[in-house]
Structures are given as C-alpha cells and as structure tokens.
C-alpha cells in the first residue's frame, strides 16, 4: 500500500495538514510515501494586494483553529509588490528529491512551509529558497550548500520533473489541496481533501489494511 500526499508548500491548509500527516508516517513506516507537488499558484503574476492579504489572513485563522500551526501575520500584512507564484517553491521541493532520493521528503516540504509561513522569507526567490533547500538537505545527513542546489534548481532537468508533478495532479483529478490518496493492487483510491486529523487517516488506513 502507498500513501500519495498531493500538496503545495504555499497552501495554508497544506501547512495546517503537515503535522498530521507527519503523524500518520511516524505510526506506519512501512507504508511507501510519494509526495507530488500540486503547484496550486504555478505562474500566477498576480500581485498579493490588501485585499489578498485579507482573505488568506481569514484563512489562516480557520487554519490555526483547526491545527493550531503557527502563522507569521505580520510578515504576511508587510509584503509589498509579492507575486503568489508557487512555482517556484515546488520546484525546490522536487530539487531536494533528486538531489536525495532517500530524503525524508516530508521533513524537506515542511521546512519550505515554515520558512513561508512562520519565518516570513520570499520563498519565491531562488536563492532563499536554496539556502532553506541546503540546510533540509544538511539536516537530513545529505552533504550540499546553497549554491549546488541553486544550480540543480535552475537545471532544465528539475524544471520538466516540476513540470511532471503538476502534470500527474491534473491526471489524478486534484483540484485541491491537501489530498491523500491511497495505491493499492494497482488502483488509485482517494481517502480525503482538505485538513484531516491523523487519527482519521490511520483508521481510514487500517480499515483498508484489514
């Protein structure tokens, strides 16, 4: 049986969801994970105007409400000229994969969402992005620096592999984020969109295991 988790790092309710499904993995390591990035805001050239600011601010709380995950909200209302591009940070996240294929993805995706949402960074520039990218990778035991994952992230390889993950979301028939699905006997089964408690999951799991 395999877990895919299809998410973005610059999704609030992914952010909220990610302790949860942190949970699930710790309390069932022999179950495979495969993390496909969504790509939620790919391309967006919208810039984040107060009344953007507005409505994600309204959002977090019903976030913080349900997971009780922390929220940097004054970095959010102090944005000036910040284009809601997710592109960026799902490519990143697909770098430390191919830098690492055994890296603990799940750890790597989470520490984007904290540096976006608690640490207040730009997580739509490249360099911030490989200086956060290196020190997951560096926690992990994975031996790099910001400028090797600078230069995969900028690789044509990484691109179309960003590219691939946004491709197979649309064919699984993601529209939202977060959504867990379940691979078993070949065939693709959903257990659920938006924020689920962990100990949801793992009865929904156990029940399909049984």
Not at 64 to 79: I, P
Not at 164 to 175: C, E, K, P, W, Y
Not at 190 to 208: D, E, H, N, Y
Request: overall charge neutral; glycine content about 8%; some cysteine.
């Amino acid at each position: 049986m395999k877990l895919i988790f299809v998410g973005d790092p610059m999704c609030s309710w992914c952010y909220g969801f990610g302790k949860e499904m942190s949970s699930v993995i710790e309390s069932a390591p022999e179950i495979e994970v495969r993390i496909v990035l969504g790509g939620m805001g790919a391309g967006s050239t919208q810039v984040l105007d107060d009344a953007g600011k507005r409505f994600r601010l309204t959002h977090w709380a019903r976030v913080e409400q349900a997971s009780g995950v922390e929220f940097n909200r004054d970095a959010l209302l102090a944005r000036e000229n910040f284009v809601y591009d997710t592109e960026p940070i799902c490519r990143a996240v697909v770098t430390a994969r191919v830098m690492d294929p055994a890296v603990n993805l799940l750890s790597v995706f989470r520490a984007f969402q904290r540096a976006f949402y608690v640490d207040g960074l730009d997580t739509t520039d490249g360099r911030v992005l490989a200086e956060v990218g290196a020190a997951a990778l560096r926690s992990a035991g994975f031996d790099t620096n910001a400028e090797a994952f600078f230069s995969r992230w900028t690789s044509s390889e990484v691109i179309e592999a960003t590219r691939a993950d946004f491709a197979l979301t649309r064919n699984l028939g993601v529209a939202s984020f977060p959504t867990l699905l379940v691979e078993s006997n070949g065939r693709i089964g959903r257990i659920g969109s938006g924020f689920m408690p962990a100990a949801q999951v793992k009865q929904t799991l156990a029940r399909l295991a049984a």
